[in-house]
């Protein structure tokens, strides 16, 4: 499989912010739609943020609009997800993933996942 890892998690104040990259490795996405999940103990696996892998159409969950910022860098296979005014909500497992063909907020629908990253949101 195509291996996607992701960095970047780590403990944050509450109101802080953090970056998260994904990087894929060996290959590029051209024709996929990358995705951010996150998952936290005992909660089901949540969309977070998605993009098609040319930079376009960015979309998010209504949890973390106008928080989160989801982008692309065109040099290199790398996905980012800005998180700004993170609160204890935020607290999680964050999953890159990557699916071919269109937007999806289903993980089940997305084929390659990284191993995640922890994000921890402390007062």
């Known amino acids: 499989q195509v291996p996607l890892v992701e960095s970047g998690g780590g403990l944050v104040q509450a109101g802080g912010s953090l970056r998260l990259s994904c990087t894929a490795s060996?290959?590029?996405?051209?024709?996929?739609?990358m995705g951010w999940f996150r998952q936290a103990p005992g909660k089901d696996r949540e969309f977070v943020a998605s993009?098609?892998?040319?930079?376009?159409?960015?979309y998010y969950a209504d949890s973390v609009k106008g928080r989160f910022t989801i982008s692309k860098d065109y040099a290199q296979a790398t996905v980012y997800l800005q998180m700004n005014s993170l609160n204890a909500a935020d607290t999680a497992t964050y999953f890159c993933a990557a699916k071919f063909g269109s937007r999806s907020t289903n993980y089940n629908d997305y084929e390659y996942w990284g191993q995640g990253t922890q994000v921890t949101v402390a007062s």
């Open positions: 993009i098609l892998y040319t930079g376009s159409s960015p």
């Open positions: 060996g290959t590029t996405f051209y024709g996929y739609t």
